[in-house]
């Protein structure tokens, strides 16, 4: 079993920028992609960004391109997700996750393990 505990969230005003942190632990894979997905209240879980492997392959939704950033430390078993210029519809439960065989997927369906997610709230 894989463990994943988000960190970072919290209330920010419009404009803002958090970032948010996640450590894996337990029986990590060898080689792993990592993901971030948000779920805002009342809607459906949203993929946000991920990040193979190599940190040189990453992707975003379009809403946070330019905007987000995510990266990894395999060293460390973390990846962080810095949000700058932050809005108020990027409010949501942020969680990590971690997809054992693939190269991050934007499908929720493809990741194995998941955190228990850290509130975003974001003033306009």
């Known amino acids: 079993q894989v463990q994943l505990v988000e960190s970072g969230g919290g209330l920010v005003q419009a404009g803002g920028s958090l970032r948010l942190s996640c450590a894996a632990s337990g029986r990590t894979p060898s080689r792993y992609a990592m993901g971030w997905f948000r779920q805002a209240q009342g809607k459906e879980r949203e993929f946000v960004a991920a990040i193979g492997w190599s940190d040189t392959s990453t992707s975003y939704t379009d809403a946070v391109k330019g905007r987000f950033t995510i990266s990894r430390d395999n060293a460390k078993n973390m990846v962080s997700l810095q949000m700058n210029s932050l809005k108020p519809e990027d409010t949501a439960v942020y969680y990590c996750?971690?997809?054992?065989?693939?190269?991050?997927?934007?499908?929720?369906?493809?990741?194995?393990?998941w955190g228990q997610g850290t509130q975003v709230t974001v003033s306009s």
């Open positions: 996750a971690v997809d054992r065989y693939g190269v991050g997927s934007s499908l929720w369906i493809e990741y194995d393990y």
